[in-house]
């Protein structure tokens, strides 16, 4: 007896589950040759606010972790995707890459969480610094994560460009809200499922999918969000005012490629500074 597949059903991915938008609303994903291949959640402000709210319940908790067990956790959704890598390959195929070209988007996304992991506890040492002074102090610069994180994934490679803006945000203890790639969204939200799987806590990563134009306003806009970060050409002059005008730290990636470097955590860290007295052996202070 014959039957119908069972066709997945492409979801929100906030707080660690699977809500549809609340607008109720959703858009069309075909391949390249004008085949439906799946309907999309269009994400609306309210579910942008609903995923700044989580990610700023679990940012603490996250940054309170050691920089070892955030590296052991971004290695293991690498071990996870690379369990997954042959499902996740086929999908980025069905939109219509070859299969060597899916095979190696797959391939450099499971890498680039490792790269990433490897830098978690390893970053701090290369940025940090002992800084010369004019008085008896000590003068220590230590990089503490910004906070909350809203992102735009590139448009194209779904995969690879949604994992290498996710890496280096929370690789540094910070939490993102991240909207995917438009035409190509179907893979992040399957990562979604690697993320739900594995050991990251749930709000870390939160992934929409819906329209730039209409979404990254609120972004740029919201006074809950402490940095925004795009990696596709597109953003407004009223989004970079919004920008401006609540002093959000703003990265622009979208007319370079979004390669694996250490200095991509860096653009989401604060540097804090620390003075302390230089003791003399009896007690008093004393210049170095």
């Avoid at 959704?77 to 939109?95: G, N, P, T, V």
């Avoid at 070859?98 to 040492?125: N, Q």
């Avoid at 939160?206 to 969000?225: K, Q």
């Amino acid at each position: 007896m014959s039957r119908l597949n069972i066709q997945k059903t492409y979801k929100l991915f906030i707080g660690g589950k699977f809500p549809r938008t609340e607008s109720g609303r959703s858009y069309s994903i075909e391949n390249d040759k004008g085949a439906l291949i799946a309907n999309m959640c269009h994400a609306s402000r309210k579910d942008f606010r609903n995923s700044v709210v989580v990610a700023r319940k679990a940012q603490a908790g996250w940054a309170g972790k050691t920089a070892f067990n955030r590296s052991q956790i971004l290695y293991r959704l690498a071990e996870m995707l690379e369990a997954r890598s042959a499902s996740f390959s086929e999908e980025i195929q069905l939109l219509g890459s070859s299969k060597s070209d899916a095979d190696k988007e797959v391939v450099d996304a499971i890498d680039t969480l490792v790269y990433y992991a490897g830098w978690c506890d390893k970053y701090t040492a290369l940025f940090s610094s002992v800084n010369p002074t004019a008085s008896a102090h000590f003068n220590f610069t230590v990089h503490e994560p910004t906070g909350v994180v809203a992102a735009v994934a590139p448009e194209q490679n779904g995969l690879l460009g949604l994992v290498q803006i996710i890496a280096p945000i929370i690789c540094g203890g910070n939490t993102t809200v991240v909207l995917a790639s438009n035409t190509m969204g179907t893979s992040a939200i399957s990562f979604a499922e690697v993320v739900q799987n594995s050991d990251v806590p749930g709000g870390v990563i939160n992934i929409l999918t819906g329209v730039m134009s209409e979404l990254t306003p609120h972004m740029a806009s919201h006074m809950d969000v402490n940095a925004l970060v795009i990696a596709r050409i597109g953003l407004s002059d009223e989004s970079r005012d919004a920008v401006i005008e609540n002093v959000k730290r703003f990265a622009d990636w979208s007319t370079s490629e979004v390669d694996s470097n250490p200095y991509r955590i860096l653009d989401f860290q604060e540097a804090k500074s620390t003075w302390h007295p230089v003791q003399t052996s009896t007690g008093g202070v004393s210049g170095y």
